[in-house]
């Protein structure tokens, strides 16, 4: 069975830094790029980011260039999203999810998601 | 940047009806388009992906349609499940979802 467990998410001043994790097991997850989802309080999901299967190819999306950062650790079977310059707008539920083979960007399986507030 | 638009933004509907909801692209993304349902509490799950082709154990009621740039997702004969809201996502050029629609009990 698929399993993505986030982690890592918590109540950040802005400016402030995080870093999600996301354990996945039941699949090679070495054979699949995987992606970040975010969906503000009572709003709409958001693309973050993308990684290749490899790290060979990393996304991320404008609202967040130059600030978060997707990798993964393909021994450990785990993905990361080091946010940095944190900002109130960054305030969102982050989804870690597996990216359908055959596919870019079609998330097939997600995790239930790790709570990011950042507030004063 | 692709904008993704969908209509309506909330439709009230009863057990057993026809529901079709409309996607729309800023330009072509071809058949790059995936469908998903979310309840709230919960992740989003996979509905339909390359526009129609239906995720493994995804009821048949369940269809989609469309390239370039409009799309549909019909739900025939709606189940209590099945109130939602539904967010289309396009994968053509990078990806940009949906802002959503709610259906809701009539």
């Known amino acids: 069975e698929v399993q993505l467990v986030e982690s890592g998410g918590g109540l950040v001043k802005p400016g402030g830094s995080l870093r999600l994790s996301c354990a996945a097991s039941?699949?090679?997850?070495?054979?699949?790029?995987m992606a970040w989802v975010r969906q503000a309080p009572g709003k709409g999901l958001e693309w973050v980011s993308t990684?290749?299967?490899?790290?060979?190819?990393?996304s991320h999306a404008d609202s967040v260039k130059g600030r978060f950062a997707v990798s993964r650790d393909n021994a450990e079977n785990s993905l990361y999203l080091d946010m940095n310059s944190l900002r109130v707008e960054d305030t969102a539920m982050y989804y870690c999810?597996?990216?359908?083979?055959?596919?870019?960007?079609?998330?097939?399986?997600w995790g239930q998601g790790s709570l990011v507030t950042v507030s004063t | 940047d692709i904008q993704m638009t969908q209509s309506p933004s909330t439709l009230s509907a009863s057990v057993g009806d026809r529901v079709i909801i409309t996607c729309r692209a800023s330009?072509?993304?071809?058949?790059?388009l995936a469908w998903y349902q979310q309840t709230p509490g919960k992740a989003p799950k996979l509905l339909i992906y390359?526009?129609?082709t239906l995720e493994t154990g995804v009821p048949s009621r369940f269809s989609g349609n469309g390239s370039g740039t409009e799309f549909t997702l019909t739900i025939n004969s709606l189940q209590p499940d099945d109130f939602a809201t539904y967010y289309c996502?396009?994968?053509?050029?990078?990806?940009?979802f949906g802002p959503g629609t709610k259906v809701d009990i009539k």
């Open positions: 999810a597996r990216v359908r083979g055959g596919t870019t960007d079609v998330c097939d399986y």
């Open positions: 330009q072509s993304i071809s058949n790059g």
């Open positions: 039941g699949f090679t997850f070495s054979s699949y790029s």
């Open positions: 390359k526009a129609s």
């Open positions: 990684i290749s299967s490899r790290s060979r190819y990393k």
């Open positions: 996502q396009q994968y053509s050029s990078y990806s940009t």
